[in-house]
C-alpha cells in the first residue's frame, strides 16, 4: 500500500522520510524536481534522470501527474498536490512511473514551492526505495558494516543562515536543533570544511540548480575525536519571481559506507585471486611450469618476491643417498627487483637445511612462519656473498609457508617485501596460505605424474624391443611416440621371425595411459610372440589374445592388427581385431586402405575375427599404424586417413626418411595420443 504523512502530523523525522546510512555509494542518488502550480514539471536533476530514465530535454513542460503517476495512483496524486499546494510538506513512500514503463517506488518528501508565475508548485525530493534496500542487504552482507542511520535535512535562507533543522541532523552535528537557527554553518561547525560548503550553497542560490554528493569531512562535538564523511546535497529553494529564498539540504553520514567500501573492494580483490590461481596455476602436469605458475600468481601482487622450493627427497623419492636428505631445491623464482642477485637465487640450485633454522621449523612443524626486517638475514643460510646482505637489507618482511599435500610437506614458498611496502598483515598471511595450500595439490599431482611417467617409460622400454630384426624379404623401420603431454600410453608395434621365412607383423593399442596401459601391453607384446613362434595361424592367435584380455578385467580393452608375410608367395595374410586398416602402396605410389573385416576389439568377448589375403609385388609397402596417427579433437578418422594417403605418395624415398616424413605431417605439436607406426616394404625386384 503506498503510504504518506505530513510534517504537521509527524514533529520528528516521519518513518517513510527515514533512510539508510551508507547506502548511497559514489553518487547520492537522491532525484529532485520541481512541478509549478498546474502540476507542469520546471525543473529535472540529473540523479532524476539516471533514476526514472527521463532527460531534462525530454521532460521539463510536460504534466507530472500524467508522466510520473501510475493510473492507479492519480487520485492520491491529486489529493498530495493540493495538500502541498495549501503549504504542507509529505513525505511519503510512492510509485512514480519510469521512462520506460514499468514502477519504481520511491521515498519522497514533497515541498511547497512557489513557482514562476508566483503560484504554490512543489519540489520533490526522491530516494529510490529498492536501491536503498538492495544496497543496506548487500552491505549487511559484507560483515554488517552497513547499518541503518536517518537523512539530515535542513532549510537555510539567502544569508545561508539555518531556519529548520530535523533531530538527524542534530544529532550528526551534536548541536541542539534549536542551537542551529539563525546561524551559518561555519558557526555551527567550523571544523568541517564549512568554507567550502557555503561556497556551494551559494553556488546552488546563484545558479538556481542543484548540486549533489558533495562531501563533508571533518569532527562534529557529536564525535569530538574521529573524523567523519558525510554526503550533502543541496538544491535551490526560489519565489515566484526567481529570487533565491534559501536552500534546501540533505546530508547522510556515509563513513561506515566508505569503510566498507573500502574493505569490500579489498575483498573482492582477495577472492579474485584466489579464483586466478585456480585456473592458472596447475594448467599442465609440468613440475617447473606449475612451480613457475605459482610465483607469477604471487609476484607483484602479493609479494615482491616468490620462491618455490622442494625437498630433494620428494623430488627423487627412489633415491636413497644420504645427500639428499634434508636439502631443498629451488624449482621457480621470481625476483622482479633489477637489483636482486639472482645468479645466485636461480631455478635448480640446491642448498641443505641448516638445523635450527627458519626452513627447518617450517618443514618440521607445517607451520608457515612471518619474518620481519630484523630476522630476515635468516631467509638465506650463508649469505656471506656481499650481493646477498645487500639485497636482504632491502626486505621488510617475508613469509615461509610449507607446501603441504595429502598430508606430506613436500617443501616450502618463500615470499618477501620490501621495506618500502607495507609488511604481510593477517588478511594478506591468510590469503598467501591459501593460494600456496591450493598450488601444493597442483604440485603433488605434478610430481606424482612425473614419478609416474618414468616408471611408466621405463617399463615400457624394458618391454619394447625397439631394435627390429633383420627378415627375409622385408625392409623393416617403425617409431613410437608418446603423446605431447608426455603421457605413456599403451601403443607397440613388434616384427617376429616365423618357421619357412615368413615374418609376422604386430602393431596393437591398449586403451588407457600410464604405468598400467604399458603393463597390459607388455604382456600382450609377449603373448603375441609365445603364440606366433607356435606359428598358432591368425585368427586363432587373436581369439588367444581376446581371452588373454577378458581375463585381465572387464574394463580393460585393446585392438590389435597381426599379418603374416610369406616372401615365397609375396602374399601377406591379415587379421584385425577392431584396428585402423593397413594402408598398402605400390611401387608406383598407389595407396589403398584394405577393407576386409576390420574384426572385433580384444577383450569384448565376440571374437569376430577373419583374415585377408593381399598381394605384396617388389616393392610394395605394408603401413601398420595406431588411431593416434590419423586421429585427434580436430580432424576426424577419413581426414586423416586421407594425409596418410598424400604422405604416402612418394613409397620409393629411404623407409627411415618416409617415417619421419609420415610423422611430421600427421603430428601437430600438440599431439594427443601416443602413436605407434610399422613399415614393411617388399624387396624391389633385381635391375634387368
Given at each position: 500500500m503506498d503510504t504518506y504523512q505530513s510534517t504537521s502530523e509527524v514533529p520528528d523525522q516521519p518513518a517513510a522520510g527515514v533512510g539508510y546510512a551508507g547506502v548511497l555509494s559514489e553518487l547520492l542518488p537522491i532525484a529532485l524536481w520541481r512541478e509549478d502550480a498546474d502540476g507542469i514539471i520546471v525543473e529535472w536533476s540529473l540523479a532524476a534522470q539516471d533514476l526514472l530514465g527521463h532527460r531534462p530535454e525530454d521532460?521539463?513542460?510536460?504534466?507530472?501527474?500524467?508522466?510520473?503517476?501510475p493510473e492507479a495512483n492519480r487520485t492520491l496524486a491529486d489529493d498530495l498536490t493540493r495538500r502541498v499546494q495549501a503549504g504542507e510538506t509529505v513525505v511519503g513512500t510512492l510509485p512514480v512511473r519510469?521512462?520506460?514503463?514499468?514502477?519504481?517506488?520511491?521515498?519522497?518528501?514533497?515541498?511547497?514551492?512557489?513557482?514562476?508565475?508566483?503560484?504554490?508548485?512543489?519540489?520533490?525530493?526522491?530516494v529510490e526505495t529498492s536501491e536503498v534496500l538492495s544496497m543496506r542487504d548487500s552491505l549487511a552482507a559484507l560483515q554488517s558494516l552497513f547499518t541503518q542511520s536517518p537523512i539530515g535535512l535542513a532549510t537555510l535562507g539567502p544569508d545561508l543562515r539555518f531556519l529548520r533543522v530535523n533531530d538527524a541532523l542534530a544529532r550528526m552535528n551534536g548541536v541542539a536543533?534549536?542551537?542551529?537557527?539563525?546561524?551559518?554553518?561555519?558557526?555551527?561547525?567550523?571544523?568541517?570544511?564549512?568554507?567550502?560548503?557555503?561556497?556551494?550553497?551559494?553556488?546552488?542560490?546563484?545558479?538556481?540548480?542543484?548540486?549533489?554528493?558533495?562531501?563533508?569531512?571533518?569532527?562534529?562535538?557529536?564525535?569530538?575525536?574521529?573524523?567523519?564523511?558525510w554526503s550533502c546535497s543541496y538544491a535551490p529553494l526560489l519565489d515566484g519571481s526567481g529570487r533565491p529564498l534559501g536552500v534546501i539540504a540533505s546530508l547522510i553520514d556515509i563513513t561506515e559506507s566508505q569503510r566498507a567500501q573500502v574493505e569490500a573492494?579489498?575483498?573482492?580483490?582477495?577472492?579474485?585471486?584466489?579464483?586466478?590461481?585456480?585456473?592458472?596455476?596447475?594448467?599442465?602436469?609440468?613440475?617447473?611450469?606449475?612451480?613457475?605458475?605459482?610465483?607469477?600468481?604471487?609476484?607483484?601482487?602479493?609479494?615482491?618476491?616468490?620462491?618455490?622450493?622442494?625437498?630433494?627427497?620428494?623430488?627423487?623419492?627412489?633415491?636413497?643417498?644420504?645427500?639428499?636428505?634434508?636439502?631443498?631445491?629451488?624449482?621457480?623464482?621470481?625476483?622482479?627487483?633489477?637489483?636482486?642477485?639472482?645468479?645466485?637465487?636461480?631455478?635448480?640450485?640446491?642448498?641443505?637445511?641448516?638445523?635450527?633454522?627458519?626452513?627447518?621449523?617450517?618443514?618440521?612443524?607445517?607451520?608457515?612462519?612471518?619474518?620481519y626486517t630484523s630476522d630476515v638475514n635468516a631467509l638465506l643460510p650463508d649469505p656471506r656473498a656481499a650481493e646477498l646482505r645487500a639485497y636482504l637489507a632491502t626486505l621488510g618482511s617475508a613469509r615461509l609457508i610449507p607446501l603441504v599435500a595429502r598430508g606430506t610437506v613436500l617443501g616450502a614458498v618463500t615470499v618477501t617485501r620490501v621495506r618500502a611496502r607495507e609488511p604481510f598483515d593477517a588478511q594478506d598471511c591468510v590469503l598467501l596460505d591459501e593460494v600456496v595450500a591450493r598450488a601444493a595439490l597442483n604440485i603433488d599431482n605434478a610430481r606424482m605424474y612425473t614419478n609416474q611417467r618414468r616408471a611408466a617409460l621405463t617399463l615400457q622400454r624394458s618391454l619394447t624391443n625397439s631394435a627390429l630384426p633383420r627378415v627375409t624379404g622385408l625392409e623393416l623401420t617403425g617409431r613410437y611416440l608418446p603423446a605431447s603431454d608426455h603421457d605413456v600410453g599403451g601403443d607397440w608395434f613388434d616384427v617376429i621371425q616365423l618357421p619357412g621365412g615368413?615374418?609376422?607383423?604386430?602393431?596393437?593399442?591398449?586403451?588407457?595411459?600410464?604405468i598400467h596401459a604399458a603393463a597390459v601391453m607388455g604382456q600382450l607384446r609377449t603373448a603375441v610372440r609365445t603364440l606366433a613362434r607356435h606359428d598358432v595361424p591368425?585368427?586363432?592367435?587373436?581369439?588367444?589374445?581376446?581371452?588373454?584380455?577378458?581375463?585381465?578385467?572387464?574394463?580393460?580393452?585393446?585392438?590389435?592388427v597381426y599379418a603374416v608375410h610369406d616372401p615365397a608367395t609375396g602374399g601377406c595374410v591379415i587379421a584385425r581385431a577392431g584396428h585402423p586398416p593397413p594402408a598398402v602402396v605400390t611401387a608406383r605410389g598407389e595407396v589403398t586402405f584394405l577393407d576386409g573385416p576390420p574384426g572385433t576389439p580384444l577383450g569384448t568377448g565376440a571374437r569376430e575375427f577373419r583374415t585377408e589375403e593381399v598381394a605384396l609385388p617388389p616393392g610394395s609397402l605394408l603401413v601398420l599404424y595406431t588411431d593416434g596417427l590419423i586421429e585427434s579433437r580436430d580432424r576426424d578418422l577419413d581426414q586423416g586417413m586421407a594425409q596418410l594417403g598424400w604422405a604416402l605418395r612418394d613409397p620409393g624415398r629411404p623407409l627411415d626418411g618416409l617415417c619421419d616424413e609420415i610423422l611430421a605431417h600427421l603430428l601437430p605439436g600438440d599431439q594427443q595420443d601416443d602413436v605407434a607406426v610399422l613399415l614393411a616394404r617388399t624387396a624391389a625386384p633385381a635391375a634387368g
Open positions: 521532460i521539463l513542460g510536460l504534466p507530472g501527474s500524467s508522466v510520473l503517476v519510469h521512462r520506460d514503463g514499468h514502477r519504481v517506488t520511491m521515498e519522497m518528501w514533497i515541498v511547497p514551492a512557489a513557482d514562476p508565475q508566483g503560484r504554490t508548485g512543489a519540489m520533490l525530493i526522491a536543533a534549536a542551537d542551529h537557527l539563525g546561524k551559518r554553518l561555519t558557526e555551527v561547525v567550523p571544523g568541517v570544511n564549512a568554507v567550502a560548503l557555503e561556497a556551494t550553497m551559494q553556488q546552488v542560490m546563484d545558479r538556481g540548480t542543484a548540486v549533489v554528493d558533495v562531501r563533508r569531512t571533518g569532527r562534529t562535538p557529536s564525535d569530538p575525536d574521529h573524523d567523519r564523511t573492494e579489498q575483498a573482492r580483490r582477495r577472492f579474485a585471486l584466489l579464483a586466478e590461481a585456480g585456473t592458472r596455476i596447475g594448467t599442465t602436469l609440468d613440475l617447473s611450469q606449475t612451480a613457475r605458475e605459482i610465483v607469477q600468481v604471487l609476484v607483484p601482487r602479493l609479494a615482491d618476491s616468490a620462491d618455490v622450493q622442494l625437498l630433494e627427497t620428494v623430488l627423487a623419492p627412489d633415491d636413497a643417498a644420504a645427500t639428499h636428505q634434508g636439502v631443498l631445491r629451488r624449482i621457480a623464482v621470481e625476483f622482479p627487483d633489477p637489483d636482486a642477485p639472482t645468479a645466485r637465487l636461480a631455478p635448480g640450485q640446491t642448498f641443505h637445511i641448516p638445523p635450527d633454522s627458519v626452513y627447518a621449523a617450517v618443514i618440521a612443524e607445517g607451520r608457515p612462519m612471518n619474518l615368413r615374418t609376422g607383423l604386430v602393431i596393437g593399442d591398449v586403451m588407457g595411459h600410464g591368425p585368427t586363432r592367435l587373436l581369439r588367444s589374445l581376446d581371452t588373454a584380455v577378458a581375463d585381465l578385467g572387464e574394463d580393460e580393452m585393446a585392438t590389435c
